[in-house]
């Protein structure tokens, strides 16, 4: 650990004797060209077309090969993600964006996408952390909210159902349950 600061110090000192002595700073070897940058988006905004036009063998196969070049690049696992929930592997979906997740706690649209695929599997407590995971790291992500109030308006309805279920005399939970379901109908 010693030896790595030490490393890390010595090449700090280097790169500030060398701006002060009004040469360019090295490249980082680990960090890619301007060219390669370059082809590396070309090759990320291929793959969203084939996503667009509903390729998804060609688009996986595309950000697989992204993915593989630079294993901790952000747009290519998420797009891998959005491939993977078009295509209805909602499983392999979830995990990818979960992985990201680990990786990069702060995504606020993994957590918004991540939400969403567990709502549909009705894993709504998940979901619901998940949304608001999203919105405390975000707060101004608005469809992160409109997403949690859909789910919260879920929760209502599935509340307010069992109400009725267990309380048949219950005179107020049936009215909340038509007006929250006229809401989830989207009227």
Same mark, same amino acid.
């Given at each position: 650990?010693?030896?790595?600061?030490?490393? *890390?110090?010595?090449?700090?000192?280097?790169?500030?004797?060398?701006?002060?002595?009004?040469?360019?700073?090295?490249?980082?070897?680990?960090?890619?060209? &301007?060219?390669?940058?370059?082809?590396? %988006?070309? =090759?990320?905004?291929?793959?969203?077309?084939?996503?667009?036009? !509903? !390729?998804?063998? &060609? %688009?996986?196969? +595309?950000?697989?090969?992204?993915?593989? &070049?630079? /294993?901790?690049?952000?747009? %290519?696992?998420?797009?891998?993600?959005?491939?993977?929930?078009?295509?209805?592997?909602?499983?392999?979906?979830?995990?990818?964006?979960?992985?990201?997740?680990?990786?990069? /706690?702060? *995504?606020?649209?993994?957590?918004? #996408?991540?939400?969403?695929?567990?709502?549909?599997?009705?894993?709504?407590?998940?979901?619901?952390?998940?949304?608001? +995971? %999203?919105?405390?790291?975000? /707060?101004?992500?608005?469809?992160?909210?409109?997403?949690?109030?859909?789910?919260?308006? +879920?929760?209502?309805?599935?509340?307010? =159902?069992?109400?009725?279920? *267990?309380? !048949?005399? #219950?005179?107020?939970?049936?009215? =909340? *349950?038509?007006?929250?379901?006229?809401? #989830?109908?989207?009227?």
């Amino acid at each position: 650990m010693d030896r790595l600061r030490l490393s *890390l110090a010595a090449l700090l000192l280097a790169a500030a004797a060398q701006a002060s002595s009004g040469q360019p700073a090295p490249q980082d070897p680990r960090e890619p060209g &301007e060219a390669e940058q370059r082809a590396y %988006a070309q =090759k990320l905004q291929e793959a969203r077309q084939l996503l667009s036009a !509903k !390729k998804f063998d &060609e %688009a996986t196969v +595309r950000v697989d090969a992204l993915v593989k &070049e630079r /294993p901790r690049e952000i747009q %290519a696992r998420f797009l891998l993600g959005l491939i993977q929930t078009d295509e209805g592997k909602t499983d392999d979906a979830i995990a990818t964006f979960r992985a990201l997740l680990s990786d990069y /706690p702060e *995504l606020a649209e993994a957590r918004n #996408n991540l939400a969403v695929l567990l709502a549909h599997k009705g894993e709504y407590a998940q979901a619901r952390d998940e949304l608001e +995971r %999203a919105v405390q790291t975000a /707060p101004s992500y608005a469809v992160a909210h409109e997403n949690l109030g859909d789910l919260y308006a +879920r929760l209502a309805e599935e509340q307010y =159902k069992r109400t009725v279920d *267990l309380d !048949k005399r #219950n005179r107020t939970a049936p009215q =909340k *349950l038509k007006l929250v379901q006229d809401v #989830n109908a989207g009227r």
